[in-house]
C-alpha cells in the first residue's frame, strides 16, 4: 500500500525553464509535506516542506503547492539549473501527537541539461 | 556546524552475520529516526528514538533492533543478515517535524 506516489520515474528540463515535480498521497490524514533532494553516494537533503494549513510555501527557487482535496502537491523550480540535477522525494508525516515517521515516495529522477 | 554523520560509510557482511551502525545527530536535535533504503525506492521507516527510548517502529522485524544514548546518538543493530537486507541505511535527526538526513551507511550482504 503505497501512500505516497511519484508518478514519473523521471523528468528532463532545459537550463532556464521551470521543473515541475508531481506528488500524490492517498492518506488524508497526512498534515505535514516535504520535498528532499537526493544525489548519488549522499544522503537526502531537505528542500522545502509545507503545513497542510497552507497551499504555497516559497523559498528561493522552489515554491511548494499543495491541494489537500485533491491530495496532490507540487515542487516548482524556477528557473532550472544544471545541479539541480537530482532524485527529489516527496514525504508526509502526521505532525500531530508523536508521530514523526516520514513516508516517502519512490522518487523523480530530473535532468536539467545545459 | 556539524550535520548528521554516520559511519561506516560501507560495509561488507556475510549471511547470518550481525552488523551495527552509528549515527550522531546534528547538533540541538534530541530524535533519531533510521530508514532503509533499497536501490529505486523511496526511504522505508524502520524505527525513531526519542528519549533513549524507541518511540515508533515501522513494518521491520525483530532482527532490527536499537539504541539512543545520553547524548542523542544511535545504533542500528541488524542480527541474522539476509541478502534482501542489502541497502543504503539512513539516518534523519530532528527536534521538530523536518527531519535532517546523513551520507548513509552502504551495506551490502553477501
Known amino acids: 500500500d503505497q501512500q505516497v506516489k511519484q508518478n514519473s520515474p523521471s523528468l528532463s528540463v532545459q537550463e532556464g525553464r521551470i521543473s515541475i515535480l508531481n506528488c500524490d498521497y492517498t492518506?488524508?490524514?497526512?498534515?505535514?509535506f516535504l520535498w528532499y533532494k537526493k544525489y548519488p553516494a549522499e544522503g537526502p537533503t531537505f528542500l522545502i516542506s509545507?503545513?497542510?494549513?497552507?497551499d504555497k510555501n516559497e523559498d528561493g527557487r522552489f515554491t511548494v503547492f499543495l491541494n489537500k482535496s485533491a491530495k496532490h502537491l507540487s515542487l516548482h523550480i524556477v528557473p532550472s539549473q544544471p545541479g539541480d540535477s537530482a532524485v527529489y522525494f516527496c514525504?508526509?508525516?502526521?505532525?500531530?501527537?508523536?508521530?514523526?515517521?516520514?513516508?516517502f515516495g519512490k522518487g523523480t529522477l530530473l535532468t536539467v541539461n545545459p | 556546524d556539524a550535520g548528521v554523520t554516520q559511519s561506516p560509510t560501507h560495509l561488507i557482511k556475510t549471511r547470518g552475520q550481525q552488523v551495527t551502525l552509528r549515527c550522531s545527530p546534528k547538533?540541538?536535535?534530541?530524535?533519531v529516526s533510521w530508514y532503509q533504503q533499497a536501490l529505486g525506492q523511496g526511504p522505508q521507516f524502520i524505527f525513531q528514538?526519542?528519549?533513549?527510548?524507541?518511540?515508533q517502529r515501522g513494518n521491520f522485524p525483530d532482527r532490527f533492533s536499537g539504541h539512543q544514548f545520553p547524548n542523542y546518538s544511535s545504533e542500528l543493530n541488524v542480527n541474522a543478515l539476509l541478502l534482501g537486507d542489502s541497502a543504503l541505511y539512513l539516518c534523519?535527526?530532528?527536534?521538530?517535524?523536518?527531519?535532517?538526513f546523513g551520507p548513509g551507511t552502504r551495506l551490502l550482504v553477501l
Open positions: 534523519a535527526s530532528s527536534s521538530g517535524e523536518t527531519q535532517y
Open positions: 492518506n488524508s490524514m497526512f498534515d505535514y
Open positions: 509545507i503545513s497542510s494549513i497552507k
Open positions: 514525504a508526509a508525516m502526521l505532525s500531530g501527537g508523536s508521530n514523526y515517521k516520514l513516508t
Open positions: 547538533s540541538g536535535h534530541d530524535t
Open positions: 528514538y526519542y528519549e533513549e527510548e524507541e518511540r
